[in-house]
């Protein structure tokens, strides 16, 4: 028989990940349940290193400490432990419900932990193990993937169906004594359809030819099918499957293909390239608006460009050096800049030699000269500053806060700190965020809220090197220096209005370039980057306004003379307000009256 002592029975659950209380021992049934418990935190360890989902940066850093703390049971210790536990198994589940409850606690910052918290037990205290436990933190239940209501179909045709004998006011046919009123809302049928992404219709005009003089007679195409034989919609769809959903010419001409309706490659960049030609005011007027933003955002990624591959880019020489350009560079890169303003948010991309920096600057180009400086946020990248333009820049906490989870498992408490430090601030930004908050009240919420956390965190940083408590070479050492060397920047959100925490927005936006790179692997021409850059902007920027890319687009050919008028009314967020609301036909049912 093995005697389980208190110290015994706590070196196994804290190894399981759990936090014990001595009152639990003093209950004899509890003695196979521990163990049973204790098994199921290691083997729970390796649940969190193996799955895919939940949360990465604390799942790493709690599996480091299940590691350390098995390593102090010894050999024996843990065979005992699997033996032991795996015969209980069955009676914790049993006697679970009776003696306890195993809550799970928001794991987004500090991790998976398991409590047992019975309600009746009494301690040496006097107090019942649920006033001594801590209340778990009770987190919002997650979106589920129901079935989608009729409101979901906003892009579908909708038909209105009347009656075909009844009507209101009329006596009704059931009860034959009462009169029918219509009712406010409809009953809902949804019918889904599929079909080729660019559907074709072949109209055969019949044609008639005189007998005597031979002149030939064809009948007209029905009114709206236009002279054109790809007409607006066609480039839209192009443009979204191409630059918006990364499907690369030659795979839709084999879906095409397969469908029976061809459709080259070629055609498709003919499509796109004139399309583009019509709808460049619009990119234009969308950089001069980016330019006003109250914050920007930018950073790059690398991109090819056949035509410029192994060839460099001349540099403009100083004043003191020679008037001969000399080169420099031969890197390719698409810069992605997100600008907010007034709660609208336009997204840019360039392609070509220039970094992020340099693409911002010619952003700012446009700015006016009344505005002052905007926000900037980036990371710490010198690159992504923008020449001979002032701003207030801001950098990105996300990048910091990815080198202490790089070295979670090597220093696991240390890292958790800093984590779950950042973890507050971020709560306290998603609050100001649910709560609809002004500039104002988001600065002054979190000067009063993150602010002493901040302020913690900084000194705790300070204490690891003054007290030698981490070596500055180890990767610990270089996570805190990175954080100390941009400390006023990645704290600019306790000292000015507006500031964002992250460049989380400018990362997402840059996902639509590599999601080309990785389909289409390159651009061939510099013209053809452009093209790609300008549907990029276009359609990101409806995804972050919450239009419909496709219908935008296709308004914009479809209006191209007032387009080109004022093109500031065409933007994704206001282009609605130009339309005429089109009201759904009437469609009468041909059912006879029973």
């Known amino acids: 028989m093995i005697a389980h002592s208190w110290s015994h029975h706590h070196r196994l659950l804290v190894a399981a990940g759990l936090r014990p209380r001595r009152s639990l021992f003093d209950h004899d049934k509890f003695s196979a349940p521990v163990l049973g418990l204790a098994l199921l935190g290691v083997i729970g360890r390796d649940w969190l290193l193996l799955s895919p989902s939940g949360c990465g940066d604390a799942r790493s850093v709690h599996a480091a400490r299940y590691e350390q703390a098995l390593d102090g049971l010894g050999a024996v210790n843990r065979q005992l432990l699997v033996c032991f536990g795996i015969a209980c198994a069955v009676r914790v589940t049993l006697q679970l419900n009776s003696h306890g409850r195993v809550a799970l606690q928001d794991c987004d910052q500090v991790g998976y932990r398991l409590h047992l918290a019975p309600s009746t037990e009494q301690d040496g205290g006097g107090k019942s193990e649920a006033e001594n436990a801590s209340p778990p933190t009770e987190s919002a239940p997650l979106p ?45 049928l949804i019918r889904v359809v599929g079909q080729a992404p660019l559907a074709a219709t072949v109209y055969e005009l019949a044609k008639l030819r005189c007998n005597l003089c031979g002149e030939v007679f064809t009948a007209e195409a029905p009114a709206g099918v236009g002279t054109e034989k790809y007409d607006a919609t066609a480039a839209s769809m192009i443009a979204v499957l191409k630059y918006g959903s990364g499907l690369p010419f030659h795979r839709l001409e084999g879906l095409q293909e397969n469908m029976e309706i061809p459709l080259p490659a070629s055609t498709q960049w003919e499509i796109v390239s004139q399309t583009a030609e019509k709808i460049e005011l619009i990119y234009q007027e969308l950089i ?147 709560q609809g908050m002004s500039p104002e009240q988001r600065l002054a919420y979190h000067q009063s809220q993150s602010g002493p956390r901040m302020q913690a965190l900084e000194e705790w940083f300070r204490e690891q090197f003054a007290e030698r408590k981490v070596e500055p070479n180890s990767g610990l050492g270089q996570a805190i220096t990175y954080m100390q060397n941009h400390w006023a920047k990645l704290t ?103």
């Open 144 to 188: 589920g993937h129901g079935r989608n209501g009729a409101e979901a179909y906003r892009g579908a045709r909708k038909v209105k169906i009347e009656h075909s004998w009844l009507q209101s006011g009329n006596r009704c046919p059931g009860c034959e004594k009462g009169k029918l009123y219509g009712l406010s809302t409809p009953a809902v």
């Open 288 to 434: 001069q608006q980016a330019a006003q933003g109250e914050v920007l955002h930018n950073d790059d990624t690398t991109m090819k460009i056949l035509n410029l591959m192994g060839t460099s880019r001349p540099r403009q020489p100083s004043a003191d050096e020679e008037a001969e350009p000399k080169l420099e560079g031969t890197g390719i890169f698409t810069s992605g800049i997100v600008s907010t303003r007034g709660g609208e948010k336009i997204a840019l991309f360039f392609t070509g030699r220039k970094h992020a920096g340099e693409n911002l600057a010619t952003v700012l180009a446009h700015r006016a000269q009344e505005l002052g400086p905007p926000i900037q946020m980036c990371d710490a990248l010198s690159r992504n500053l923008p020449p001979e333009f002032q701003s207030v820049v801001a950098n990105c906490i996300a990048h910091g806060r990815r080198k202490f989870v790089e070295v979670a498992a090597k220093f696991p408490e240390d890292c958790l700190y800093v984590l779950e430090t950042l973890g507050e601030v971020y709560r306290h930004d998603a609050f100001c965020r649910e």
């Open 492 to 594: 600019l959100f306790l000292r000015q209005q507006g500031a964002p925490l992250d460049n989380n927005v400018c990362e997402r936006a840059l996902k639509k370039a590599i999601l080309h790179r990785k389909n289409a692997l390159f651009y061939k021409t510099q013209n053809g980057a452009h093209v790609g850059d300008l549907f990029m902007s276009l359609i990101y920027t409806c995804q972050l306004c919450g239009a419909n890319a496709f219908q935008y687009l296709t308004e914009l050919q479809q209006h191209g003379e007032s387009v080109a008028c004022s093109p500031q009314q065409w933007m994704p967020w206001n282009y609605r307000d130009q339309l005429t609301p089109e009201p759904a036909q009437p469609y009468t049912t041909t059912h006879p009256r029973p």
